[in-house]
């Protein structure tokens, strides 16, 4: 009597958790190198392909969420199938951070207190650079003078011109601030020139450059710094324009950012 031998090859899947991932945002997540998976959400997740009992995988992150940026790391990423689904991966998201900081300059009093968003109180007795608490992307800030100088009395301003951006959907967008200022966009949100102008004078902001089927109007582009910080400069972006005879696309004039 002849003997057959069948062979079967007991296969699992490979999966785990997600969390932190920001509302909106998304991670593409790899095993061993390919089976790309997309997570949009928090929770639980399995890749599609299952792989057989005793072999290896590595799970690592393909490309990271933005909008805000995030940064995922994963536990429990790498190991050897023994006879059962791996359910353990974990995969964690938080937000990429960053300073907000510039220079003192002039101050002749005893002190200076400026404040971050109402705190984080730095208190300064020269001049020189300042640096706030790291806040994470996409969040918004505040510098304000919290106290003045004394001995001899001093009037402290921060000056800046700020406001917000909308509409955006390709990168490309220049404004320039009529003192040389110069700011390319690749998203919404709100800005600030490097560069302050002086309690007392005008200013005036213009976009020199468009992105591609884009139209962008500036309201409040112009007026008189007058003791405070501009902030009500908002950039209002639409795409695909529609013309008589078709779409047109804007043209562009190349400019030296430096």
């Not at 997570?39 to 393909?62: C, I, K, M, Q, R």
């Not at 009093?109 to 730095?122: H, I, K």
């Not at 996409?138 to 001995?151: E, K």
């Not at 043209?251 to 430096?258: G, R």
Request: with cysteine; proline share 3%.
């Amino acid at each position: 009597m002849k003997t057959t031998t069948v062979t079967v090859s007991r296969t699992a899947t490979i999966g785990g958790s997600v969390t932190g991932l920001a509302s909106g945002n998304q991670v593409v997540l790899l095993n061993n190198g390919g089976d790309d998976l997309v997570l949009s959400a928090n929770g639980s997740f399995t890749f599609a392909t299952e792989l057989t009992d005793t072999s290896a995988y590595v799970v690592t992150v393909l490309t990271n969420p933005t909008a805000p940026n995030q940064t995922c790391s994963v536990t429990n990423a790498a190991g050897t199938l023994a006879g059962a689904d791996v359910t353990n991966v974990e995969v964690t998201c938080v937000n990429n951070q960053f300073s907000v900081g510039g220079t003192v300059a002039g101050l002749q009093g005893d002190q200076v207190v400026l404040q971050n968003n109402g705190n984080d109180d730095q208190v300064f007795i020269g001049d020189g650079g300042f640096t706030f608490s790291a806040q994470q992307d996409g969040s918004s800030y505040s510098i304000t003078v919290a106290s003045q100088p004394n001995s001899p009395t001093q009037l402290c301003s921060v000056t800046s011109g700020a406001g917000t951006l909308s509409g955006l959907q390709l990168p490309g967008l220049v404004l320039e601030l009529d003192n040389g200022s110069l700011l390319l966009f690749d998203q919404d949100g709100t800005y600030t020139f490097s560069t302050g102008v002086a309690d007392g004078t005008d200013y005036s902001v213009t976009a020199p450059l468009l992105p591609d089927e884009h139209d962008c109007s500036i309201a409040n582009a112009t007026g008189s710094i007058a003791g405070t910080d501009v902030v009500d400069v908002d950039v209002a972006c639409t795409t695909d324009i529609e013309f008589a005879d078709g779409f047109e696309t804007l043209s562009e004039t190349p400019l030296d950012l430096n």
